[in-house]
Structure formats: C-alpha cells, structure tokens
C-alpha cells in the first residue's frame, strides 16, 4: 500500500510541476499524444470488452454445449503426449513428466505419450519416473526416443510421425508439451470436448509461470501472462487465437499427424523479397498455427485450464534477459505476420486480420508519442516531461488494475506499471529491429543461430547492409512526420 500510495503521489506531484500556460508550445506534441492515444486506448477498450463478453457470456455456453454433445459420444478419445526435453534440470524433469505421467493416467480412453530427447540421462530419468508413478498406469504407454541433437523442429516431427504409425483418429486429441511446463491431471477431460466442433482444429489453454527465484523477471512474467489472458480471450470470442503456444496446446490427432502438419512443424520458411529464402529455426508453434488457420480450422481458448511454465532468467541481468526473450518471441511473430495477413480478411475473420495488422501497426504508434514529447522537449518546451511521465504513470496504473482483475486479483504489485511501459516502448524498439532482420534466430537454449555467422558472403555482407539502411530510413521518416505534425500544431 505504501508503494501505491508514493506511487499516485509522484503521479500527481510531476502531473502540477507546469502551469497549463506553460504548455503552449507543447501543444504539437499533446495532439500527437492525444490521437495515438485515441487509437491505443480505443483499441484496448475494444479488447478489454471481448474478453469480458468471452469470459463471463460466450465461453461458458460454449463449454456447456460442447460438455452436452461429448457426454453423447461412446467412445472416450485416446490422448497421445508430444514432449520435447532438452538442456533442462532434472528436478524440472521430473516434475513435468509427473505431471504428463499423472494426465495420461486420467486419460478415460488411454494415453500414448512420446517423450523426445537427446540425453541418455533425461531418458533414464523419464523411465525412472514413470515405473514410480504411485497409480494405476497399465492403460499408458511410454515411449522414449533418444535422437539426435538437430533442434525442436526435427524432434517434434519425428515424435508426430510416431504417432501417425498408431492410425489416431478424428476423435483422438494430441497435447504438445514444453519440457519445462506442467499439465493439470484433468487436461483430456477439460480440453477433449471442444473438439465435438468439427471445426475447430486446435486449443490453448492459460499460462501461469514459476520463477526460480522472486524480483522483477517474475514480475515481468505475471504481467505478461496476464495481458495474454485479456487478448486471447478478446481472440477468442472470434474462434482464432493469434498463436498456439508451445508451452502447451492441444491438437486434434488425425491434423496433427497429417503430412502436411508434419512437413511445416519440421522444414517452414517464408520468401522474402530482400532476404530471399528464410528458412525458420525456432517459431515451431507459429508453423502449427499457420497450418491450420491457412487450411480453414479455427482455434480455440480456454480461460480456465492453466498449464505451469517453470522459467528461468536466459542472462543475468534483467533487461538483457528480457530483450533475449522479446527478440526470439517477436522474431517468431513478425516472421509469420506476413503471410498470415495474406490470408485476408474473408478467409481468417476480419477482427483476426486487422489484429495481426495491428501487430505491425503498434510498432509505430507506440514510438510515435515519446518520439513527440523528447523533440518537444529538446526544441521547445522542456515542462512536457514530468506531464508526460504523470500521464503515462496514470494510463498504465488503470491499464495494470483491468489487467490484475483478469487474474481475479484486487491489486498488483507496483513494479507493474513500470514493467509495462518498458515492455511496450522496448518491445516496440525490439520489434522495429527484428521486422527488417527476419533471418536473424536464435534458440534461447541452444548455440544454434542464423545470420549471426562470423564469415560473412558478399551477399550477406549486403544484405546486413540493406537492413540497417531500410531500419534507419524507417526511423527517419518517423521522426520527421512527428516533427511536422507537433511543429504544424
């Protein structure tokens, strides 16, 4: 309570520090602030609204239909586990396997899980703990495949096909599990279902997080998971989720195993008019998800199974662990932003266009105003920065409060509205980098990386050179249009 109260304090104080006569000469840059704002918080109010009608009114008679017409069927579906384990502690292990172990045993029809790894150690200790498993596990099969250590794509492949061997049916779910994310015990009961809908062809489900040790990153997180579950309600309420995460989904067996599914999960890539052939190395869970919405299947969401990430700081320090994190998921995003929009709006749904548009759109307008205040600052009237900083504490502490009531939560911690911030002018930032630079990957755990090579090619050389000069022409032009705008104000 202190921290809020200091914290409404310093917003108020910054907010009387210039008199209104003194921000004349500001009066370019408020309107530059006063529409971007317009458009954000328009945009907010517009999501904010869906995952409340989707929460509250449409997911519950969805589920209940969905309950009514599996509750019809004679035959439980068989439930096949897909998890992936690689350069992950032990203690975690064995805690996520549990968890699958505990899933597939609550499985009415059976369960076939696949556990995929490189190390002979990982592969000991999943047998280990299946075989202690303290529950009846005869109607579970485990498989263990030890391959070799050429990255996620080719392991979920080969897992799938695996699967494909057992002929899975329409009505047979297949679950993509991290090997740092835990399972509920009751998923295949929660999340079977909603495939009675013939037209829905995958699922996700809630986040929450676990961090190994308690500050700002863990901050960070929550945060982040709980604006996940404002906008992929809103998406939800349209049937199309704007991602299937890896962390945990759910996909009906027969397109999971089909051969199409299983060439993009192993070998998908884009066209680039500049960058030409931009083969993807991470991003395996976008590949799924572009599948299925380019082939006509909706996804779905459900607010209340949760799935637990156990996660952990990728660098020491904050920021740089979070810009590592923001490059690969941002990278992921834009790399499949593309083509996704190609799609139009009359095949994927005019609100799932124009909110994968607005994943570019952001970029800028999300600069567009500190871009504003700093050139006011510099050029004409320096006062609009403690209003700028009390208007941007103010928007974002009742951004923070909508958000925490999502979570069923009465407050939130203060670090919040600051975290917020820098993930949107950082994630911003983060993003405007990457859109020019989409062959460049990297895998958080693995040294394995495109476009970083230390012996370049001449073309390579050129196409380095290419981006930084389109990034900077970006840039440029975006300052001067702000600039004109606040200075013809």
């Known amino acids: 309570m202190l921290g809020h109260l200091a ?56 589920r209940a239909k969905a309950e009514a017409a599996f509750a019809t069927r004679p035959v439980r579906p068989h439930a096949f586990f897909l998890s992936t384990s690689y350069k992950i502690e032990p203690a975690v292990t064995m805690r996520v396997y549990r968890s699958i172990f505990a899933a597939a045993a609550a499985s009415e029809g059976g369960a076939t899980i696949v556990a995929s790894v490189v190390d002979p150690a990982d592969a000991r200790l999943i047998r280990r703990t299946f075989s202690g498993m303290a529950r009846d596990m005869s109607t579970v099969k485990l498989r263990v495949d030890q391959i070799p250590g050429t990255g996620k794509r080719d392991a979920l492949a080969r897992s799938l096909e695996l699967i494909a061997r057992e002929c899975p049916t329409r009505h047979d779910v297949v679950t993509f599990v991290d090997g740092d994310s835990c399972v509920p015990e009751d998923l295949v009961a929660r999340c079977a279902p909603v495939f009675t809908d013939p037209r829905i062809g995958a699922l996700t489900t809630d986040e929450r997080a676990e961090i190994d040790r308690p500050g700002l990153f863990e901050d960070w997180f929550n945060l982040r998971f709980a604006q996940r579950q404002v906008m992929m309600c809103s998406m939800g309420l349209s049937a199309r989720v704007l991602t299937l995460t890896g962390r945990m989904s759910v996909f009906r067996a027969d397109l999971a195993t089909n051969p199409g599914f299983i060439a993009m999960v192993q070998s998908d890539s884009i066209q680039h008019w500049r960058l030409g052939h931009v083969k993807f190395l991470t991003g395996d869970d976008k590949s799924t998800w572009f599948w299925l919405l380019s082939n006509g299947y909706r996804t779905a969401y459900l607010p209340d199974v949760s799935s637990l990430s156990m996660e952990s700081q990728p660098r020491p320090g904050f920021v740089d662990s979070a810009v590592t994190l923001m490059t690969r998921w941002y990278g992921n995003m834009m790399r499949t932003n593309g083509r996704a929009l190609g799609l139009g709006p009359a095949r994927i749904g005019a609100f799932t266009w124009w909110s994968l548009l607005d994943q570019r759109v952001s970029i800028w307008t999300t600069l567009a105003g500190p871009t504003g205040v700093i050139l006011t600052a510099l050029l004409a009237e320096p006062m609009i920065l403690p209003v700028y900083a009390a208007w941007v504490m103010g928007t974002r502490y009742v951004y923070c409060t909508i958000v925490s009531g999502f979570r069923g939560r009465a407050g939130f911690p203060i670090s919040y509205p600051f975290l917020l911030y820098f993930g949107q002018i950082v994630g911003a930032l983060v993003k405007s980098f990457i859109i020019f630079r989409l062959d460049r990957q990297k895998w958080t755990r693995q040294s394995t990386a495109t476009g970083t090579a230390t012996a370049l090619t001449p073309g390579q050389r050129l196409r380095m050179a290419s981006s930084t000069y389109l990034h900077a022409l970006t840039v440029g032009w975006l300052v001067v249009c702000v600039l004109f705008l606040t200075k013809s104000a």
């Open 7 to 62: 914290y409404l304090t310093a917003m108020v104080l910054l907010a009387t520090t210039a008199p209104l006569h003194q921000l004349g000469e500001a009066r370019g840059a408020l309107l530059v602030l006063g529409v971007v704002g317009i458009w954000r918080y328009s945009w907010a109010f517009l999501n904010f609204s869906r995952a409340v009608a989707y929460l509250r009114v449409v997911y519950p008679k969805r």
